[in-house]
């Protein structure tokens, strides 16, 4: 009886443990190990190799590939902040800033921007690919032109809010690589979400029209689905607003995501460091150990002191100026997009409002009609 058990029980894989072995030791906690999987290829799971584009500086793209753990040291990220590009998973609209990168994360557009490069999962979604197409048009040539969903609507609003007043058609040359980079991520996601709205607008006014002079179960459902995509659509645009005005309100998280002022401080301070080191060696003194305040002569002393007090003064100075003008500047194109996502809502909205009117004369209609 013995062996027919034996023979049925399914082979117990390699990495089971065996309890009555003898080096088998149970755990502090008493309980017994999971036993019957096979867990050495967990491990590795989600350790693969992806394929991601990469956009330079100077608009040259090239395709990669990298593993998570290597992008994590590549861009000084945790692993939450790679999640948010994973587009398995369903996120709200994000905009992080790291100490060497920008996680953004609006509708379709999912990038990480560095002072040097914008990384986006490999995809074959158009939006994606028109986002590296015009990132690498504005970065080559400079001269702007409006995102291509938009239509003459939504130019002439750009122009009455002041769009071009403030940047004109595009982002100045002046500004820094990975503000240019945010700023067509903002344009993909404002104006994809307010083509959206205008799309259900056309959609919902000659519904509505429809419903109030001739009530029908058709009608009914036609309204309740419609309804149902503005609530979705709406709540999407209010993530959107609602990340643009955090960024706005906070001179912390602008100051922040100016990656290039902050990779030009670490390489002057570390180029002033080895100019140091090289005047010390230049005197005699070893750049490679620390030099003791009993042999060194007081006036170099002094003299190193100053350098290091004038040079922290000079940096300290610059830092805070330019770190006051440019959350100026990115506080300028946060505000751009943020009139422009604040009029897709209001246009939601509306939208909305007129719908619970539209409710109410039914129900005024239906009620006379019980009566």
Same mark, same amino acid.
């Given at each position: 009886?013995?062996?027919?058990?034996?023979?049925?029980?399914?082979?117990?894989?390699?990495?089971?443990?065996?309890?009555?072995?003898?080096? $088998?030791?149970?755990?502090?906690?008493?309980?017994?190990?999971?036993?019957?999987?096979?867990?050495?290829?967990?491990?590795?799971?989600?350790?693969?190799?992806?394929?991601?584009?990469?956009?330079?500086?100077?608009?040259?793209?090239?395709?990669?590939?990298?593993?998570?753990?290597?992008?994590?040291?590549?861009?000084?990220?945790?692993?939450?902040?790679?999640?948010?590009?994973?587009?398995?998973?369903?996120?709200?609209?994000?905009?992080?800033?790291?100490?060497?990168?920008?996680?953004?994360?609006?509708?379709?557009?999912?990038?990480?921007?560095?002072?040097?490069?914008?990384?986006?999962?490999?995809?074959?979604?158009?939006?994606?690919?028109? $986002?590296?197409?015009?990132?690498?048009?504005?970065?080559?040539?400079?001269?702007?032109?409006?995102?291509?969903?938009?239509?003459?609507?939504?130019?002439?609003?750009? +122009?009455?809010?002041?769009?071009?007043?403030?940047?004109?058609?595009? +982002?100045?040359? $002046?500004?820094?690589?990975?503000?240019?980079?945010?700023?067509?991520?903002?344009?993909?996601?404002? /104006?994809?979400?307010?083509?959206?709205?205008?799309?259900?607008?056309?959609?919902? $006014?000659?519904?509505?029209?429809?419903?109030?002079?001739?009530?029908?179960?058709?009608?009914?459902?036609?309204?309740?689905?419609?309804?149902?995509?503005?609530?979705?659509?709406?709540?999407?645009?209010?993530?959107?607003?609602?990340?643009?005005?955090?960024?706005?309100?906070?001179?912390?998280?602008?100051?922040?995501?100016?990656?290039?002022?902050?990779?030009?401080?670490?390489?002057?301070?570390?180029?002033?460091?080895?100019?140091?080191?090289?005047?010390?060696?230049?005197?005699?003194?070893?750049?490679?150990?620390?030099?003791?305040?009993?042999?060194?002569?007081?006036?170099?002393?002094?003299?190193?002191? +100053?350098?290091?007090?004038?040079?922290?003064?000079?940096?300290?100075?610059?830092?805070?100026?330019?770190?006051?003008?440019?959350?100026?500047?990115?506080?300028?194109?946060?505000?751009?997009?943020?009139?422009?996502?604040?009029?897709?809502?209001?246009?939601? /909205?509306?939208?909305?409002?007129?719908?619970?009117?539209?409710?109410?004369?039914?129900?005024?209609?239906l009620g006379a009609i019980v009566v």
């Amino acid at each position: 009886m013995a062996d027919l058990k034996e023979r049925l029980l399914p082979p117990k894989p390699q990495s089971a443990i065996n309890i009555r072995d003898a080096s $088998y030791r149970p755990s502090a906690s008493g309980r017994q190990p999971f036993q019957g999987m096979d867990l050495s290829g967990l491990k590795k799971r989600g350790q693969g190799l992806r394929s991601w584009i990469r956009v330079d500086t100077s608009g040259n793209s090239q395709i990669i590939e990298v593993d998570k753990f290597t992008m994590m040291r590549r861009c000084d990220l945790p692993a939450r902040d790679l999640r948010l590009l994973d587009p398995l998973f369903v996120y709200p609209s994000t905009i992080l800033g790291r100490e060497k990168a920008i996680v953004v994360n609006l509708e379709q557009i999912r990038c990480i921007i560095t002072a040097d490069e914008v990384l986006l999962l490999n995809s074959l979604d158009s939006y994606v690919l028109q $986002y590296v197409v015009e990132l690498q048009r504005r970065l080559t040539s400079g001269v702007g032109e409006v995102w291509q969903s938009e239509g003459p609507e939504l130019n002439r609003r750009r +122009s009455s809010r002041g769009f071009d007043y403030v940047y004109g058609s595009t +982002s100045p040359d $002046y500004l820094p690589f990975e503000f240019r980079a945010l700023e067509v991520a903002l344009e993909a996601a404002c /104006t994809f979400l307010d083509s959206q709205a205008a799309e259900l607008e056309i959609e919902a $006014y000659p519904l509505l029209d429809e419903l109030t002079s001739k009530i029908s179960t058709l009608n009914l459902e036609r309204v309740r689905r419609l309804k149902s995509r503005l609530v979705a659509l709406t709540r999407r645009v209010q993530k959107v607003r609602d990340e643009i005005e955090q960024l706005m309100d906070d001179d912390g998280d602008m100051a922040e995501m100016y990656l290039t002022e902050k990779k030009s401080r670490m390489e002057s301070s570390f180029y002033g460091d080895q100019s140091l080191m090289g005047f010390r060696s230049n005197d005699g003194l070893s750049a490679s150990a620390p030099v003791s305040p009993v042999a060194s002569p007081p006036e170099l002393r002094r003299l190193e002191k +100053s350098l290091s007090i004038a040079r922290s003064r000079h940096e300290s100075m610059r830092s805070s100026e330019s770190a006051t003008e440019n959350i100026e500047e990115l506080e300028m194109l946060l505000e751009a997009y943020f009139v422009l996502i604040d009029s897709t809502l209001n246009k939601l /909205t509306s939208l909305k409002e007129y719908i619970d009117d539209t409710e109410d004369f039914i129900n005024i209609q239906l009620g006379a009609i019980v009566v």
